[in-house]
């Protein structure tokens, strides 16, 4: 698995734009915070993430249908080539960290790979462009997304995502008139 370029800093200004907003009315409540609503998840699509929202709000409005999405297709080049949003349960703490990839079968389940990436202990949240290869990636089975990291030789989860891999769509046929 390889990283084809992390977005880690740009998303110092996306964590502070997700920051609650204040809604327009009398009581002055605040308005969603994205992070608050997919803390702990992790969200892959396979169009890039906005670097930034104006408000909470259109973050949550945003990211709701891409948080549901659990299938991803495989691009032409035969490997999934996907975006990470990561909203950690709270800051990592750390100078790094890593996503675990599991293959789920049943009750068991078997590690495949891990990506370890740079970041600011301070941050809550993180995105890149990953790439899941077919040598170590299969169309169908459940697999696992884990961000953690290891504290005093224990793995620390601070954010998961289960999710599978089909294969590239097919492009449609052209009707003819």
């Keep these: 698995m390889r ?17 609650p907003a204040q809604a327009k ?35 949550v409005k945003y990211m709701k249908p891409r948080a549901a999405n659990t299938k991803f ?25 890593s996503i675990h990839y599991y293959k789920l079968e049943g009750d068991k ?19 890149a462009q990953i790439t899941l290869s077919e040598d ?3 169309v169908g089975p459940t697999y696992e997304a884990r961000a953690v990291r290891n504290i005093g030789g224990d793995d ?5 995502k289960k999710f599978s891999l089909l294969e590239a769509k097919k492009k449609g046929k052209r009707k003819k008139k």
């Design 3 to 19: 990283i084809v370029h992390p977005l880690g800093a740009a998303a110092l200004a996306l964590c502070l734009l997700c920051a």
């Design 25 to 59: 009315g009398k009581k002055g409540k605040p308005g969603p915070n994205c992070h608050s609503e997919f803390k702990g998840q992790i969200i892959f699509d396979t169009k890039a993430f906005p670097r930034k929202f104006k408000t909470g709000k259109k973050c």
């Design 73 to 97: 297709h495989r691009s032409p080049s035969l490997d999934w080539n996907l975006h990470v949003f990561i909203f950690f349960e709270e800051a990592i703490g750390g100078d790094e960290f």
């Design 109 to 127: 389940q078997t590690f495949v790979t891990e990506d370890n990436h740079n970041i600011n202990p301070e941050l809550n949240t993180f995105f």
């Design 136 to 138: 170590e990636f299969e």
């Design 156 to 160: 620390k989860i601070y954010a998961r």
